[in-house]
């Protein structure tokens, strides 16, 4: 036995069996190891940013970590866009960054660096390994910080650290710690809140509270004082459809978002943050709220946000309440669209025949704006997003989420510029035969940047700043792209070729891939 074999074992003593991987040298003892360990799922992805957008979608829809294997630093780097992403939805995730020999260090050979100050601002959780014998009390650190704190843990292990040998050992599963729960004059503060505000008192939601079960008490307690609900603007994953809360997110555009929460004078938060705008904009505020509002934090990541949820339903007596905000079931199916395809039919039919407990993966960036908001009385289903703003993880984000539930269809919602940005994970999904149907939105142009350029006055574009923003010259090839990495795909023009090629697609096993030219 060597130290890999260690990392293996105390990995699957803990239930962490899929592992994401693209390796290199430094791990080679490591993928010995994983040969050895048949009830480990390996998956490869072609890109490091594909590996760690994977293991975010898997452990959101698995509630558990998933471990990555990535080659050294510069891997890392490569990972690091969507290990920010999973940090933003504060997923469990456990990386293992293979290094040089320890003793090798010394040498400054070119894949050095300096790993711990690249992991750690994309890391809950940095710990590198010492020795062999380190390997499997650095892990089960990893595995009990991963779930909770919540968040992204990164293991360094040098070579030698994987490849020297140690004796056997009976391996237990870490006992994780209880999660923190809301002290009692929390609660009384926060019930006289929300019952003096009344309908100008809002709860804002995050995480685990955005769940059917920790929503409806939520929706119970805002029938009970009056007050409304949102989920912040960006979330890990939310449990959705007819008979489901219908909860709004905190709108994008800033004059939106200032205007959904203008009424707002008391903000109470369950894991989320104070709503701001993703960026700042000349005369505008950065903060959402008005600056009288009162905001008060009921629980943090890393509390147990249902129990807060269901202890302040208590304090205000609302478990008996009927639930307000529940999504009604749709009083007739919509009339498909028809004509010339633009992006709100394509939502408009992905909204209409959108399958019973599919994963919806939303990385549509500007012409998916408005999906959420149409999905509200669709057939129930999970709702996963990008999070940190880090572009590229859609791909990925349904790589995982399908790795982690093969008895469900997984939509893919997929912005054609930051599709690209990790487009090699389409020959994931072709390898591993998952059931994902990837819709690109093919507007062949960043569009959201041409939003982002009005909104900070630039309202003349010359030709440096066109290049710099559309995608057209040369047109990107999705069917050829998907065709060419073992995913079958079409192209639809029209919104009834769209509708008849998602009809079919939903029909059928294993990856698909529709451009919608918009």
Request: glycine letters at 8%; charged letters at 20%.
């Amino acid at each position: 036995m060597n130290g890999a074999d260690r990392l293996c074992d105390t990995l699957l003593v803990n239930g962490v069996d899929v592992c994401f991987a693209n390796p290199g040298t430094s791990e080679m003892h490591f993928v010995a190891a994983l040969d050895r360990k048949p009830q480990m799922r390996c998956v490869l992805g072609l890109f490091e940013g594909v590996v760690t957008g994977a293991a975010d979608g898997y452990a959101r829809m698995a509630d558990k970590p998933a471990a990555t294997l990535l080659h050294c630093g510069p891997g890392m780097a490569n990972a690091l866009a969507n290990m920010h992403n999973a940090r933003r939805a504060w997923t469990p995730m456990i990386n293992v960054v293979g290094d040089h020999a320890t003793y090798h260090l010394q040498h400054d050979a070119p894949l050095t660096s300096d790993i711990e100050s690249l992991a750690r601002p994309m890391s809950h959780f940095v710990r590198r390994i010492e020795s062999a014998q380190d390997v499997g009390p650095a892990i089960e650190e990893a595995y009990v910080a991963s779930l909770t704190l919540p968040g992204v843990t990164t293991v360094i292990l040098p070579a030698d650290c994987a490849w020297n040998s140690l004796e056997p050992a009976e391996l237990k599963p870490a006992t994780l710690p209880a999660l923190k729960s809301i002290d009692g004059a929390t609660l009384r503060e926060v019930a006289a809140g929300l019952r003096k505000h009344g309908k100008r008192a809002a709860i804002m939601l995050t995480g685990l509270a955005l769940r059917e079960q920790p929503m409806e008490m939520a929706a119970r307690i805002c029938a009970a004082t009056g007050a409304q609900i949102f989920a912040q603007m960006s979330n890990g994953r939310i449990q959705r459809g007819v008979g489901r809360v219908a909860i709004p997110k905190v709108y994008y555009p800033v004059d939106m978002a200032l205007a959904q929460l203008k009424d707002v004078d008391y903000l109470v938060l369950v894991g989320a943050q104070v709503p701001v705008g993703f960026f700042a904009y000349p005369g505008k505020p950065g903060r959402l709220v008005h600056e009288g509002c009162e905001v008060t934090a009921l629980a943090r990541p890393g509390d147990d946000l249902p129990g807060a949820i269901d202890a302040l339903a208590d304090e205000i007596g609302a478990r008996k309440s009927a639930p307000a905000f529940i999504a009604p079931p749709r009083t007739e199916i919509p009339a498909l669209p028809t004509g010339k395809l633009d992006a709100d039919k394509a939502c408009a039919i992905v909204s209409t025949l959108l399958p019973e407990n599919c994963i919806v993966a939303d990385e549509s960036v500007s012409s998916g704006r408005m999906f959420y908001f149409d999905c509200h009385s669709a057939p129930q289903h999970d709702y996963i997003q990008l999070t940190g703003g880090a572009i590229g993880e859609g791909i990925p984000l349904a790589i995982g989420a399908a790795v982690a539930c093969p008895d469900r269809k997984v939509v893919a919602m997929q912005a054609d510029g930051s599709g690209m940005y990790t487009v090699q994970g389409l020959w994931t999904q072709a390898r591993e035969k998952l059931d994902i149907v990837t819709v690109i939105f093919a507007n062949r142009t960043y569009q959201i940047l041409h939003g982002e350029m009005r909104a900070v006055g630039v309202n003349d574009f010359g030709r440096n700043a066109t290049l710099m923003l559309n995608l057209d010259e040369p047109a990107l090839d999705w069917v050829q792209m998907a065709r060419g990495m073992g995913v079958e795909a079409a192209r639809a023009t029209t919104a009834e070729e769209f509708a008849d090629l998602f009809k079919a697609a939903l029909k059928r096993k294993g990856p698909f891939l529709i451009e919608a030219v918009i």
